[in-house]
């Protein structure tokens, strides 16, 4: 295949090298204009066409969308009045744009903004395209009731949180517009839109969290019904037992850690905590009267230098009038006869005396006027139950230390009449005892079952026990091993020194012989034939000896070595 591509790229360059210039030229530019011909399709064929944004628009829709299409500067082509395309890689900017501009067309939304999803898109981006989505199916459903011309509903969401105490809850607001002819909406009109939302978005928004508003931003969602009070209702008692449950449980942690300071906390147990509330809402106004205080106390001196005085005078009148002489009898009309009674008119020349006399004093006092509201509540009645543990230990030997003998008892002390005494006056004070009210505090000394802390502590105990044996014990089989392993090379090199010595004493000794006998042999002038080993011997015993006269010093350092060695 080389070949023959080599054999055609030669026979078109032996062809142009044939033709002239203006030949040549001719075929450079009908080459470029194929190529760039190619490149021109292959790009319009590769490139994306365009897809729709919005399709079945109204006029009046199609020219809203496409004039702010227009001031926005984005490419975009129609299909008659009613269809509006754009570029791929911009419709979603396009869609969130038009959102952002509130130009979103009517019933052209919803679930529709799934037709297309981008593989760049995040969880978060989905779950607020989704939203959107609800939204404006929400809203096209209420704006589909025949009472209702426009709606315009937002819903807030939040987000998950690992704990569902922390959870906070979905709240939506829907703004309705009235159509013509229209006045109001009724209470159960009204609660169809509630739970037509709250049903639509899910678990997480309730009825209650809906709120519908007017045109004039009225809340049209707010009444009172039967269902609402008892509503109320039970949420003021659900209150109520919550800050009754909340003043119980600080009084018993008080309570509790008051004792714990004096006693241990294992030896502390509160049976029980009633407290009695009364919600009664009571306002009173007193008016009190006080003495006026004429000197003040000085705080500096042991004894008080206080005066006070009930009241002092303010003002005073005083009238005396004093008469005496004759009485005067009235008489009837000039010309009448009087009615006066004869016996009167006998007495009427009697001397008479008249004195009369009147002193009148106006007294300032402290007087104060108070208007009293009470606590949203009143503590009724306390009553309070504890148990204290007495002293419990186990018992001990002559050492001192705990013996763990399981079938010794506890020692176990109880606590004195002092001691309970004195605990429950400290309870007492603690809060606020008042017998009046019927308030009731027992504190009682009870030995507490503590057999399985014994016996937890006992098996501690032996299981400590057992450590120190298994571990002394190992520490006496390493010992024993260490000192085994000693005894073992030294004995090992005692013997093996010794086997050295006896061979070096045999080997020395069989020498002798043998020189002893070759000295005989050359006495008697007897040739000795000698073995190959045994010429070998006396060949290197010369050549030590030898050296051993010419380098003594090297000789003394190599058999020091050797002794080193050993």
């Known amino acids: 295949m080389g070949e023959f591509l080599k054999k055609i790229f030669n026979q078109l360059k ?34 994306k066409g365009n897809i729709v944004l919005f399709s079945d628009l109204t006029s009046e829709d ?32 396009l869609l969130t744009r038009l959102a952002q501009e509130n130009m979103i067309p009517k019933g052209i939304p919803g679930w529709k903004l799934f037709d297309l999803s981008n593989w760049t898109e995040t969880s978060r981006e989905i779950d607020v395209k ?3 989505a609800l ?17 315009d509903v937002e819903i807030a969401i939040t987000q998950d949180e690992l704990y569902k105490d922390k959870e906070n809850p979905y709240t939506a607001a829907i703004t309705v517009h009235l159509a013509p002819g229209y006045d109001k909406l009724s209470k159960k009109e009204i609660k169809g839109i509630m739970y037509l939302v709250s049903r639509a978005v899910g678990g997480k928004l309730k009825p209650e969290n809906v709120t519908v508003t007017d045109d004039f931003g009225n809340i049209i969602s707010e009444f009172d019904d039967d269902m609402d009070k008892a509503k109320a209702e039970f949420s003021l008692v659900e209150s109520r037992r919550k800050i009754e449950e909340k003043a119980r449980v600080q009084l018993l942690r008080d309570i509790r850690e008051g004792l714990e300071r004096i ?87 009697q001397f008479a005396k008249y004195n009369k006399q009147e002193n009148v004093r106006n007294y300032a006092i402290n007087k104060s006027l108070k208007k009293i509201q009470r606590d949203p509540f009143d503590i009724t009645n306390l009553s309070v139950a504890i148990a204290i543990d007495g002293n419990q230990s186990l018992p001990k030997n002559t050492e ?13 002390i109880p606590l004195s009449k002092e001691e309970l005494k004195q605990a429950e006056n400290i309870v007492k004070k603690s809060i606020h005892f008042n017998e009046a009210r019927g308030d009731q505090v027992a504190v009682e000394n009870i030995m507490f079952d503590r057999t399985k802390q014994w016996q937890e502590l006992r098996e501690e105990f032996i299981k400590k026990e057992r450590l120190r044996k298994t571990l002394l014990a190992a520490l006496i089989g390493v010992f024993a091993l260490v ?45 000795v034939e000698l073995s190959l080993e045994e010429k070998a011997r006396l060949e290197l015993q010369k050549n030590a000896i030898n050296l ?8 003394a350092q190599l058999l020091k070595t050797w002794l080193a060695e050993e």
């Open 130 to 132: 989704y939203m959107r």
């Open 135 to 151: 939204r404006d199916e929400i809203k096209k459903h209420i704006e589909s009731l025949k009472n209702i011309e426009k709606a």
């Open 14 to 47: 032996e062809v142009f090298s044939k033709l002239d210039k203006t030949k040549k030229i001719i075929t450079f530019i009908v080459l470029g204009v194929v190529l760039i011909s190619f490149i021109v399709l292959f790009s319009v064929s590769g490139s």
């Open 263 to 349: 006693y241990s906390a294992d030896r502390i147990q509160i049976v029980r905590l009633n407290m009695g509330f009364n919600w009664d809402v009571v306002a009173e106004d007193k008016e009190i009267y006080t003495p006026i205080e004429m000197e003040p106390d000085n705080p500096e001196t042991p004894y008080s230098e206080r005066k006070v005085k009930d009241s002092f005078v303010v003002s005073e009148k005083s009238t005396a009038e004093d008469f005496q002489g004759h009485g005067w009898n009235p008489q009837g009309p000039a010309g009448t006869e009087s009615n006066t009674p004869p016996g009167y008119k006998a007495s009427d020349d």
């Open 548 to 555: 051993a006269k010419e380098r003594p010093d090297e000789v």
């Open 483 to 527: 000192l085994g392993i000693i005894l073992f090379r030294f004995v090992s090199r005692e013997l093996t020194r010794r086997r050295r010595l006896k061979e070096e004493q045999l080997a020395l000794e069989q020498q002798k012989m043998r020189e002893a006998a070759l000295r005989a042999a050359e006495e008697e002038g007897v040739d």
């Open 62 to 93: 199609f020219g809203q969308v496409t004039k702010k299409l227009e001031e926005m500067g984005y490419y975009y082509t129609t299909s008659g009045t009613t269809n509006i395309f754009v570029r791929p890689e911009q419709r979603e900017m």
């Open 400 to 412: 001192g230390d705990y013996d763990m003998d399981p079938f010794k008892q506890p020692v176990q």
